[in-house]
Nanobody, 126 residues
Framework: VQLQASGGGLVQAGGSLRLSCAAS????????MGWFRQAPGKERAFVAA????????DYADSVKGRFTISRDNAKNSMHLEMNSLKPEDTAIYYC????????????????????WGQGTQLTVSS
């Protein structure tokens, strides 16, 4: 499965943006999916994850209440709705997928996902 993240850009603090992740070369219907981000000089960090059915979601504490992860299995895609953006949200955002469809202890770690997209840049100005 190949993943393509899109939707990044430049936005002012307090603004909103929606990231998308599209898949090709296979169906994501049974995969769990997630978003990670990497800020300059920092390690890649967990943002959000969603189970294969969409019934379960998990978020990093730093984005809870501001970000919403969703998926559309019919369209083989996933989205991250980001509101009340802060300068500290500035990072490259990566989408990821893994055939272990349910959320488990590893879904908040990079090792919990086997397929990765190329990343999309989000810059939040103050």
């Amino acid at each position: 499965v190949q993943l393509q993240a899109s939707g990044g850009g430049l936005v002012q603090a307090g603004g909103s943006l929606r990231l998308s992740c599209a898949a090709s070369g296979g169906t994501l219907r049974t995969y769990r999916m997630g978003w990670f981000r990497q800020a300059p000089g920092k390690e890649r960090a967990f943002v959000a994850a969603i189970s294969w059915s969409g019934a379960s979601q998990d978020y990093a504490d730093s984005v809870k209440g501001r970000f919403t992860i969703s998926r559309d299995n019919a369209k083989n895609s996933m989205h991250l709705e980001m509101n009340s953006l802060k300068p500290e949200d500035t990072a490259i955002y990566y989408c990821a997928a893994d055939p272990r469809g349910y959320l488990s202890g590893s879904h908040s770690e990079s090792r919990g996902f086997g397929s990765w997209g190329q990343g999309t840049q989000l810059t939040v100005s103050s």
